[in-house]
């Protein structure tokens, strides 16, 4: 991928971005179930690339951008996030029940997909575990996950993990906002009494002013470094480090040791054997 590619792919997922924030800003009912623009813009280039329609053509480079995107995003997930004992304390219940119910779910996850082999041979390896990461932890999980397989030479998770993450949100959305508005009508929320009395912007996308508020602080003079562009910078060394502890952590078999193909080896490293 060129630079030009990857502008390019950027340009196509601007625009749909923009379109699924316009239809969602006139299509009310989708307020209401509280689809992101992301995802209705995503739903119509679907609809309109080669696996329905077919009068957009989508980059054979789309299918690259999840796994290199996804450095990115668990980077940056700690930044400006402190630390204490109290603040660790708090969390050890949710740790516990969630970390219980995801091994459940992996365990479930596996047979589940052994036993669906039989019914669909042609389906990648370990396809059964992507349901567990689609739907406990969304599309970044899954692209972590299926680029992980990828790194181990099982090509086909990535496609699985994302229709997955998809259909999984859409009925996530569609059910759970369902037994929200059952909740809701019932008395037992604490957050939205009346949701027929909010406000338009509630369900909207675009603030009134007198509700905007800033989303961050500026941490440099603009003399030295753009703050925004010193965030960025911290990003490429923080996945190189994380490169740097997992080749620690998973070292390559030693040279004329590896039962298997390179195409196979952990990380794309080649022992020498092959």
Request: hydrophobic letters at 45%; a neutral charge.
């Given at each position: 991928m060129t630079v030009k590619t990857f502008l390019s792919d950027m340009l196509l997922l601007s625009v749909f971005m923009l379109i699924g924030f316009f239809v969602r800003e006139k299509v009310k009912p989708l307020q209401k179930l509280f689809l992101p623009s992301s995802l209705i813009g995503g739903l119509i280039l679907l609809i309109?690339?080669?696996?329905?329609?077919?009068?957009?053509?989508?980059?054979?480079?789309?299918?690259?951008?999840?796994?290199?995107?996804?450095?990115v995003v668990?980077?940056?997930?700690?930044?400006?996030?402190?630390?204490?004992?109290e603040k660790i304390a708090s969390y050890l219940d949710y740790t516990c029940v969630p970390m219980t119910a995801y091994g459940m779910q992996m365990a479930v996850g596996a047979l589940l997909g052994f036993l669906l082999?039989?019914?669909?041979?042609?389906?990648?390896?370990?396809?059964?575990?992507?349901?567990?990461?689609?739907?406990?932890?969304?599309?970044g999980t899954a692209a972590a996950?299926?680029?992980?397989?990828?790194?181990?030479?099982?090509?086909?998770?990535?496609?699985?993990?994302?229709?997955?993450s998809t259909f999984g949100l859409i009925v996530a959305m569609l059910v759970g906002m369902a037994l929200v508005n059952f909740g809701v009508r019932r008395g037992w929320a604490t957050y939205v009494k009346e949701p027929k009395a909010q406000p338009a912007h509630f369900y909207g996308g675009v603030l009134p002013e007198e509700k905007r508020t800033a989303t961050?602080?500026?941490?440099?003079?603009?003399?030295?470094?753009?703050?925004?562009?010193?965030?960025?910078?911290w990003l490429p060394p923080c996945s190189w480090a994380a490169?740097?502890?997992?080749?620690?952590?998973?070292?390559?078999?030693?040279?004329?040791?590896?039962?298997?193909?390179?195409?196979?080896?952990?990380?794309?490293?080649?022992?020498?054997s092959c």
């Open positions: 309109l690339g080669p696996q329905l329609v077919n009068v957009i053509a989508v980059p054979e480079s789309f299918s690259g951008l999840p796994s290199a995107l996804i450095d668990m980077a940056s997930l700690v930044f400006g996030v402190s630390f204490n004992r082999t039989k019914l669909w041979p042609g389906l990648p390896e370990g396809w059964g575990v992507m349901g567990v990461f689609s739907f406990h932890g969304g599309h996950a299926a680029a992980t397989f990828e790194k181990l030479g099982i090509d086909g998770n990535m496609a699985v993990g994302m229709v997955l961050g602080h500026t941490v440099t003079t603009g003399i030295s470094i753009n703050h925004l562009a010193l965030q960025g910078a490169s740097c502890l997992m080749w620690s952590a998973w070292p390559p078999p030693p040279s004329g040791s590896c039962p298997v193909s390179c195409g196979a080896c952990l990380a794309a490293r080649c022992c020498g």
